[in-house]
């Protein structure tokens, strides 16, 4: 089979993006898999499908593959790349994108200097809106790790996340604790670990291990919930700029109840087509 893809790269979180929107399109885990892998196949962190949408108010159903096969709820950085995708095939109604996701239906837009804002949707605290097996929601919680008692906040973005403050992101665990707490019985779906450093109120430094790929150069979804965390503990505004190992993304939040807004760039690499 012949297969057209486009990559793609929010940040350097990069993507496959395969258009079923006309014709349908069945890949297996282990297809899936080889087109992740960067040895074998194209190589990326996700991929994502575009499929048409049962749900009237939606432009497009969009789902996202991890690099190990298992599909996932949300990506924000992968929904920045579908709307410029989409854009540059004229294929937006103005500016708006309205998609049906595993987390929900998202908006997303295009603004005049070509960044994309999306609505990311309203985080999540209950444990088992995560999921993670806490008794009762807390702003923070702890567990022993590798003999080492670490602190963190637990939230969902549609997708799980717990976010630890450090001193410094360039000397944090990332791996260590990022798959230690992933293979943790306290996370039953796993969970996106991100590590924050805070330089002021207004700006952090992230670094985020997520589920089914390892580390990043940067996670959308990520960059939200350590901003959500930031501000709960009243270390972070409700306008902060996250510096992430592949550039930096602009995150607005209000208040608990409120959507969390993210705001970055999407670029396209390179087309082509291989054979499965």
């Not at 432009?59 to 996932?72: P, T, V």
């Not at 200097?113 to 985080?123: A, D």
Request: aromatic share 6%; proline share 4%.
């Amino acid at each position: 089979m012949a297969l057209h893809f486009t990559k793609m790269h929010g940040l350097g979180n990069d993507f496959i993006v395969l258009n079923a929107l006309e014709r349908p399109l069945a890949l297996s885990a282990g297809q899936l898999r080889l087109l992740a892998d960067r040895r074998l196949g194209i190589g990326c962190d996700q991929i994502l499908l575009l499929e048409p949408s049962a749900k009237p108010q939606a432009d497009l159903r969009y789902r996202i593959f991890n690099a190990d096969g298992a599909e996932a709820e949300h990506c924000g950085n992968g929904l920045r790349c579908v709307a410029d995708f989409l854009y540059r095939r004229g294929c937006l109604k103005g500016d708006e994108l309205v998609v049906d996701t595993r987390a929900g239906i998202i908006k997303a837009y295009r603004e005049d200097n070509g960044l994309i804002r999306v609505n990311m949707g309203v985080p999540r605290f209950a444990p088992s809106a995560i999921p993670m097996l806490a008794t009762e929601q807390q702003h923070e919680y702890s567990l022993e790790l590798n003999e080492n008692k670490i602190r963190f906040c637990a939230l969902s973005m549609g997708n799980p996340h717990a976010v630890l403050c450090v001193e410094d992101v360039a000397q944090a665990a990332v791996q260590e604790l990022g798959r230690a707490l992933q293979d943790h019985a306290y996370f039953p779906q796993s969970v996106n670990v991100g590590f924050m450093q805070v330089l002021d109120a207004d700006h952090i430094r992230l670094r985020v291990y997520e589920r089914g790929v390892g580390e990043t150069l940067a996670c959308g979804t990520g960059a939200c919930a350590a901003v959500v965390a930031g501000a709960i503990s009243d270390r972070l505004s409700g306008r902060v700029d996250v510096a992430l190992p592949g550039g930096h993304l602009r995150i607005a939040w209000d208040g608990e109840g409120q959507a969390v807004w993210m705001t970055g760039p999407a670029t396209m690499v390179y087309e082509g087509q291989i054979e499965l």
